[in-house]
């Protein structure tokens, strides 16, 4: 389904749900993290591998109640400042955690995506994440007798991921730098893909992935809608405003102000665009 992204939020996405915006330094889905903190969604679980400025964001907004992951910081910054107060201070509310591995995070998609209960791997060893993550368990080989460490698998109400290009059936292109885009979408009871562009038909790209349309519920054309972020063929990475982010972000007041004026304020990515000179 080709819709505009409030149209797709507004539809699929509802309060209490779990959400997973995937996206690996590349295709961060910022547009739509945006459109949640306009529609106010609220008492959200998000999950992602590595939380960066888009997470920051939504818990700030006062829409996530809890966050799974395995690593959160603005890349080449420092810390999600955000994120920090929520648990630090509980502001503005309380921010329960569920801290796991890169290697635990992945594996728990890929068990989602496979419609498997659990996944195994090799890890936590000699690490205290088993003493405070419950979603942290053991479990002996059948084979071998190894004991492995088994993690649940994730499986999201709604997977949200900006790619390149659709076409107008639906089916998405995907390539560059990846992280578990297509995993998420697959673990998803819904999804929503933000796409650069929508074109007839999808020209063959080496090392491309295609999500096919029967596996996505929603296509929104936006472009740039990876931004600050960057789309490889796109668009390249705003590294300047990363670094503004870290000032914005430390002062309540200055945060609140920023997102009343270019989020709150704007009825879509596009005037979001020209309200901050993207």
């Known amino acids: 389904m080709i819709t505009s992204l409030r149209d797709a939020v507004a539809e699929l996405v509802h309060d ?43 818990i700030g907004a006062g829409c996530v ?31 329960e955690i569920e801290e796991h591995s890169h290697a635990g995070m992945a594996t728990r998609y890929a068990a989602g995506a496979a419609g498997l209960p659990f996944g195994m791997l090799r890890g936590y060893v000699g690490t205290d994440l088993p003493k405070h993550t419950t979603t942290i368990k053991t479990v002996q080989c ?29 089916n998405v292109q995907i390539w560059g730098l990846l992280g578990v885009q297509k995993e998420a979408v697959l673990a998803s009871t819904r999804s929503i893909v933000t796409v650069e562009e929508i074109v007839d038909e999808l020209p063959a790209v080496p090392g491309a992935i295609v ?45 609140t102000t920023w997102i009343d004026k270019h989020v709150v304020g704007t009825a879509d990515f596009a005037e979001y665009r020209e309200s901050v000179g993207f």
């Open 65 to 95: 109640t809890k966050l799974t992951f395995s690593w959160g910081g603005n890349p080449g910054v420092g810390s999600l400042q955000r994120f920090r107060d929520a648990v630090e201070n509980q502001w503005p509310h309380p921010l």
């Open 142 to 170: 059948p084979f071998t007798g190894e004991v492995l460490a088994a993690v649940p698998a994730i499986n999201p109400d709604v997977g949200i991921i900006h790619a390149q290009r659709a076409d107008r059936s639906g």
């Open 211 to 255: 999500l096919p349309a029967w596996v996505v519920s929603a296509v929104c054309h936006v472009p740039g809608g990876a931004h600050p972020s960057f789309a490889m063929g796109f668009s390249v990475r705003d590294n300047a405003f990363y670094k503004a982010w870290d000032a914005i972000s430390k002062d309540r007041d200055a945060f």
């Open 16 to 58: 209490g749900d779990t959400l997973a915006l995937e996206g690996f330094t590349h295709l961060i889905p910022h547009a739509a993290g945006h459109e949640i903190i306009r529609q106010q969604r609220r008492n959200l679980h998000v999950v992602r591998m590595t939380p960066d400025m888009v997470y920051d964001q939504l």
